[in-house]
């Protein structure tokens, strides 16, 4: 445990820094927006451009807790390929990088501007086992997934849709390795979301599962 407190001192002073910084960036959004948004397909197919100050984007995705249980999974299972779904600025592929230094992380990003910080943030950190991969998830996973197998970790923290979700989910369970987890995150975002996850579960392709509250983990 003292491991994961110098690791997540380490990362989330590095997001204050960040959370100082007013710059607007222009992101490309492929997913569903805020919880109370209402994009269309279409929108979600073609991509938002949205300005979004930096000090915003920082305060997004994996923090502390979250980050906790990213760390108790990863040191009884020790991961060796790990896929992740929504890179945003990098936070997450660094707690997952220095958890696992010796996996290896492909993360999908949509934006180009996102992906930007998220490199400068894998650079400052010196996380050499990272590998990211820019554009729409259903438009990467079929070339990337037949390189990566067998996958270990999928971590899918993007989109927000639930007919994305389920989609992500059958496009990615064939390439998983056996004993493999799927970590899901947001699954209470919306009701979508929750209905998501309760598909996911009554699909039966668990041996088992652990309902985190906000995150949901099954074992293949």
Request: glycine share 4%; net charge negative.
């Amino acid at each position: 445990m003292q491991e994961f407190q110098v690791i997540s001192d380490r990362v989330e002073q590095r997001r204050e820094i960040l959370k100082q910084d007013k710059t607007l960036i222009e992101v490309l959004d492929y997913g569903a927006g805020n919880p109370e948004d209402r994009r269309s397909k279409a929108q979600m197919q073609e991509g938002v451009c949205v300005q979004v100050p930096l000090c915003s984007l920082a305060s997004i995705g994996v923090k502390r807790e979250k980050a906790q249980i990213l760390y108790s999974l990863f040191s009884k299972y020790y991961p060796q390929r790990i896929l992740e779904l929504g890179t945003c600025c990098g936070f997450s592929s660094v707690y997952m990088s220095l958890f696992a230094p010796q996996a290896y992380i492909h993360t999908i990003e949509g934006s180009p501007n996102t992906a930007e910080i998220a490199k400068q943030n894998h650079t400052f950190f010196k996380c050499q086992n990272i590998q990211i991969h820019i554009g729409r998830f259903d438009s990467v996973l079929p070339s990337l997934l037949p390189q990566i197998v067998p996958i270990d970790f999928a971590f899918i923290d993007g989109h927000h849709d639930k007919d994305a979700t389920l989609e992500y989910f059958r496009m990615i369970l064939p390439f998983m390795a056996q004993n493999s987890i799927m970590l899901f995150d947001d699954i209470a975002w919306n009701e979508l979301m929750q209905e998501a996850w309760k598909e996911i579960l009554a699909l039966k392709h668990h041996s088992s599962m652990q309902d985190f509250g906000t995150m949901g983990a099954i074992w293949l």
